[in-house]
């Protein structure tokens, strides 16, 4: 798995690389074999009454899937952080529990509930 961070308007230190790469890491547990890369964008931006929030993006790619895409917005850079790797591989988990569950993804041509009318063309 490669993983690629970067960080817009300050500068991205090693101790935040750092914590950013372990959680990651840590959120995809035994299925981050089958990613192929991430990659994490920070960034600040302005918010609501001029107070600024912190921004993490999160998108990840898996071989013969749509990508993943988590963006997290918090007052706390490292917040942010960890809640983006979080959902991201909760997200990441679904989407590899669909494709080996006949290629599907979970949501999608699921079928109809039992008694449930068809329509006729």
């Not at 950013?20 to 074999?33: I, K």
């Not at 990508?67 to 790797?85: F, G, S, W």
């Amino acid at each position: 798995m490669q993983i690629d961070i970067r960080a817009r308007g300050f500068g991205l230190t090693p101790a935040l690389r750092t914590h950013a790469e372990y959680r990651l890491r840590l959120a995809f547990g035994s299925t981050g074999g089958r990613v192929l890369r991430v990659g994490m964008r920070l960034a600040e931006k302005g918010g609501a009454g001029g107070r600024s929030e912190m921004c993490c993006r999160v998108r990840v790619l898996i071989p013969g899937a749509p990508p993943v895409v988590i963006e997290q917005h918090e007052a706390d850079l490292l917040v942010a952080i960890d809640r983006a790797a979080d959902r991201t591989g909760r997200a990441v988990s679904r989407q590899l529990a669909g494709m080996s569950a006949g290629g599907r993804v979970p949501g999608r041509d699921e079928p109809a509930p039992a008694g449930a009318a068809r329509r006729s063309l």
